[in-house]
C-alpha cells in the first residue's frame, strides 16, 4: 500500500481558504524540497532525511489549528469561535431556507394564479425549498470558509441541475394537468368567449411562473459560477505543486 | 503565562536570526535548532504560524522568488527591528529576576 | 427586420438580450481561458456556462411567450368578440421571444460542442487540457 505524499495529505487536511491553501503549500513544499537536499549534502540518508525534513517542517495538528485560526474568513471570525463551523454552516443555510420560504408563502397567499392553481403551486414549493437549501449550503462554505472541494462542488452542481429539471417537470406537470381539467371540462360544455380566454390566460400563467423557477434556479447556478471557477484554478495550481513532490516511501 | 512565554521566545528566537538576513522558511529552523544546540527547535511545522502571524501584524515582510520553483523567503521589518530590541531587553530583565530569586531560593535552603 | 423583431419581443427582449451578450462574453471567455496564460478551465465549468446561459435564454424566451398568450387571453376575454385575425396576430407576436431564445440556446449548444472538441484536441495532442507544464514558476497570482 503506497502511503499519501505529505505534502498532498496536507492538502487535504487543511482547512483553509483555497487562495491561502496553495501559498502555504507552495511555500512548505519548497521549503521541505530545500531541506531535503541540505540533509543529503550532508549524507543523511533518504529515507531518514525524508522523515527529518517532514517532522520539522510539516505542520502538525496543533500547527494546522494556527493556520487555520489566523486564515478564517471575516465573517467566520465574527461568528466567534464558540460556534462550530457545522453548526455557522447549519445557521446559514437555514437563514437561507426561512427566507425563500417566507417568500414562497406570500407569494402562495397572496391572491393571484398562484394560489388559485393549489397543488400545482405546493408542488413547485416542494421542489424549490430543498434546492434552495441545497445551494444556500453552497453558499454557506464559499461566505464562511472562502472554499469549496472538488467533490463537494460536483455535489452541490449535480442536486442543482437535478433541481432545476425537477422544477421544469413540475412546472410542465402542472401545466398539462390544468390543460387537461380544462379540456375535459370543456369538452362536456364547450367553452366561447371570456370562458375559454380566462382559462388560457390562467393555464399560461401558470406556465410561466413554473419557468421562472427554472430560470431563478440556473440564475442562482450562474452566481455560483465565478467563484467555483476561482477555486476550480486554484486547485490545478495547487495538483501542480503537490506533484512535483516525488512518493516518500512505499510500504510492502 | 506559560504560553504567553512561550511564544515570545518563538517569536524572539525568529527575529533574531531574520536580524542577520532574509532567510526561507527552512533556514529559519535550522539555525535556531543548530545554534542553540537542539535546546530551541521547530517541529511539526509550528515555525509557520509564527512566520505568517508576524508577517500579519507587520514585524517582519515576505516576498516570492521565482525560479524553478517558488519560493518565500522573510525579512525583518523596521517595526520588527524595534520589536526584537523591545522584547530582548524585557526577556533579559525577567530572566534576571528569575535567576536572582532561583539563587535566593537555593541560598535560603 | 432585426428592429420588428426587438420591437415585438416586448418587456422580455431585455433580459434576452442581457443573455445574448453574456453568452458573447462567456464564449469568448472560454476561448481566452483556453489560449491563454494561467490554469485554464480545468474542469469545463466555465465552457458548461456558456450553455446554462443559452438555457436560461431559452426559458426567459418561454416565459416571455406563455406571458404574452396570459395578456393576449385576459384582453379578448374582457373585450368580448375579437377578429380572428388578430387573435392569431397577437399569438404570433408572442411566439417570437421563444424563438430569440431557442435560437440563443442552439448558439451556445454550437458553441459548447465546439469549445469541447477544441480542448479534446488538445488534451490528445499535448497530454494535458492546456498543453505542456510551463518552466518555471507556478503563474505570477
Redesign the interface.
Known amino acids: 500500500m503506497r502511503r499519501e505524499q505529505p505534502l498532498r495529505r496536507l492538502d487535504r487536511v487543511l482547512r483553509v481558504p483555497a487562495r491561502s491553501r496553495l501559498l502555504l503549500l507552495e511555500e512548505i513544499g519548497a521549503d521541505y524540497e530545500a531541506l531535503l537536499e541540505r540533509l543529503a549534502a550532508r549524507g543523511v540518508p533518504e529515507a531518514r532525511a525524508r522523515r527529518l525534513a517532514a517532522r520539522r517542517l510539516l505542520p502538525g495538528r496543533a500547527a494546522r489549528a494556527d493556520l487555520e485560526a489566523a486564515y478564517r474568513t471575516p465573517l467566520r471570525r465574527w461568528l466567534g469561535q464558540g460556534i462550530t463551523d457545522a453548526t455557522a454552516t447549519a445557521l446559514l443555510v437555514a437563514l437561507t431556507v426561512a427566507l425563500g420560504s417566507a417568500g414562497i408563502l406570500a407569494a402562495l397567499w397572496w391572491p393571484g394564479p398562484l394560489r388559485d392553481a393549489g397543488a400545482f403551486s405546493w408542488l413547485l414549493a416542494a421542489v424549490a425549498l430543498p434546492a434552495l437549501a441545497n445551494w444556500g449550503h453552497g453558499v454557506a462554505r464559499i461566505v464562511l470558509e472562502d472554499d469549496l472541494r472538488a467533490e463537494r462542488r460536483v455535489r452541490l452542481l449535480g442536486r442543482h441541475a437535478g433541481f432545476a429539471i425537477a422544477g421544469l417537470a413540475v412546472a410542465s406537470l402542472g401545466v398539462a394537468w390544468e390543460a387537461l381539467g380544462l379540456l375535459t371540462a370543456f369538452s362536456a360544455s364547450a367553452p366561447h368567449g371570456e370562458a375559454l380566454w380566462s382559462a388560457v390566460a390562467r393555464v399560461s400563467t401558470l406556465g410561466a411562473i413554473g419557468l421562472g423557477v427554472v430560470a431563478a434556479g440556473l440564475l442562482s447556478w450562474l452566481l455560483l459560477v465565478p467563484k467555483l471557477l476561482q477555486y476550480e484554478r486554484t486547485e490545478a495550481r495547487i495538483r501542480r505543486v503537490v506533484e512535483r513532490e516525488p512518493v516518500t516511501e512505499v510500504a510492502r | 503565562m506559560q504560553a504567553n512565554l512561550s511564544k515570545r521566545i518563538n517569536e524572539i528566537l525568529v527575529l533574531a536570526v531574520l536580524e542577520r538576513g532574509p532567510a526561507h522558511g527552512y533556514q529559519i529552523a535550522l539555525a535556531v535548532e543548530e545554534e542553540t544546540d537542539g535546546a530551541f527547535t521547530f517541529q511539526h511545522g509550528t515555525l509557520y504560524p509564527i512566520l505568517h502571524r508576524l508577517e500579519a501584524e507587520g514585524l517582519v515582510t515576505g516576498a516570492w522568488q521565482e525560479g524553478s520553483r517558488r519560493r518565500k523567503t522573510y525579512a525583518l521589518a523596521p517595526a520588527g527591528r524595534a520589536h526584537l530590541e523591545a522584547e530582548s531587553s524585557d526577556l533579559r530583565a525577567q530572566f534576571a529576576t528569575l535567576m536572582g530569586f532561583l539563587e535566593g531560593a537555593a541560598r535560603a535552603a | 427586420m432585426i428592429g420588428t423583431i426587438w420591437t415585438e419581443m416586448g418587456f422580455i427582449r431585455y433580459p434576452l438580450a442581457i443573455a445574448a451578450v453574456a453568452l458573447a462574453l462567456q464564449t469568448g471567455l472560454a476561448i481566452w481561458r483556453m489560449r491563454g496564460p494561467?490554469?485554464?478551465?480545468?474542469?469545463g465549468?466555465?465552457r458548461d456556462?456558456i450553455l446554462?446561459?443559452g438555457?436560461?435564454a431559452a426559458?426567459?424566451g418561454?416565459?416571455g411567450t406563455?406571458?404574452g398568450?396570459?395578456?393576449l387571453?385576459?384582453a379578448?376575454?374582457?373585450a368580448?368578440?375579437v377578429s380572428p385575425g388578430l387573435v392569431w396576430g397577437g399569438l404570433r407576436l408572442t411566439m417570437t421571444s421563444t424563438v430569440a431564445g431557442l435560437i440563443l440556446l442552439a448558439i451556445s449548444a454550437m458553441a459548447w460542442l465546439a469549445i469541447d472538441y477544441v480542448r479534446a484536441r488538445r488534451t490528445r495532442t499535448a497530454g494535458t487540457p492546456r498543453g505542456p507544464?510551463q518552466?518555471?514558476?507556478?503563474?505570477?497570482k
Open positions: 494561467g490554469e485554464g478551465d480545468p474542469a465549468l466555465g456556462t446554462v446561459w438555457l436560461l426559458t426567459v418561454g416565459i406563455l406571458v398568450i396570459a395578456q387571453s385576459r379578448i376575454a374582457q368580448g368578440a507544464a518552466p518555471g514558476a507556478i503563474g505570477t
